[in-house]
């Protein structure tokens, strides 16, 4: 079982480059998020979607974009990186969002540096 | 708003010690209640989960209550493992939206 599979598992950046996080998840789950996690902070929210062609904003959405183009795909993009953009970036699903008592399934993370 | 807090670490426990990770939480109206582990270099795992007032979640010898009169779900474990090092979070889910909240995270290690 796959779950929810993200890559890359390791990127370092310059400041002003731009790239693209990945996660799939092939359990059919309709909520995908994205979440950065930093050192004393735990995890924030910085977008997601409750469906294939919806997107909404977490607590820390600026300096990223993302995109759901296929139910199974939650595309994390930075257009220009900066270095407090340094940090862990978990992808999770859940079968239903908050309201429901289903929990969330996560990916292994993707570690990006900005220098 | 909703939030939780737990208790800061790192948290250092012989083998075999009793362990105890407060949590507390505000919400509104009812959440449900999740504690995930986080072993190095990993993503987060479902530990266990309650989703009503006084239900008890339990999963590999961990048990927590859902207690809505204190907003409290301390985790605890009667005997601790090295196995057991990792990092724990506590989490609700907003039941009035779609979003999911996350304590800071405790750090358990656990020596022979």
């Known amino acids: 079982n796959a779950g929810v599979t993200q890559t890359p598992k390791f990127r370092v950046l310059k400041t002003g480059q731009s790239m693209t996080l990945l996660c799939a998840q092939d359990m059919n789950h309709e909520y995908m998020y994205w979440y950065r996690q930093d050192p004393g902070m735990g995890l924030r929210l910085i977008h997601y979607s409750v469906g294939e062609g919806t997107t909404a904003k977490g607590e820390v959405p600026d300096g990223y974009n993302v995109s759901r183009l296929k139910k199974q795909n939650f595309l994390l993009g930075l257009e220009s990186a900066a270095p407090s953009q340094t940090s862990v970036y978990f992808c999770?699903?859940?079968?239903?969002?908050?309201?429901?008592?289903?929990?969330?399934?996560f990916g292994d993370g993707t570690r990006l540096s900005i220098l | 708003g909703n939030s939780v807090t737990q208790m800061e670490g790192p948290v250092t426990l012989s083998e075999e010690a009793f362990l105890t990770i407060n949590c507390t939480y505000t919400a509104t109206g009812y959440p449900s209640l999740f504690w995930y582990v986080q072993y190095p270099g990993e993503g987060l795992q479902l530990l266990l989960k309650?989703?009503?007032?006084?239900d008890k979640g339990s999963n590999k010898g961990f048990e927590a209550t859902y207690r809505k009169e204190t907003t409290s779900f301390h985790l605890e474990k009667g005997s601790v493992q090295v196995s057991d090092s990792a990092v724990y979070f506590c989490a609700l889910s907003d039941p009035t939206g779609n979003q999911f909240y996350f304590g800071t995270g405790t750090s358990l290690t656990v020596i022979p």
């Open positions: 999770a699903s859940s079968y239903s969002g908050g309201g429901s008592n289903q929990p969330q399934h």
């Open positions: 309650a989703t009503k007032a006084d």
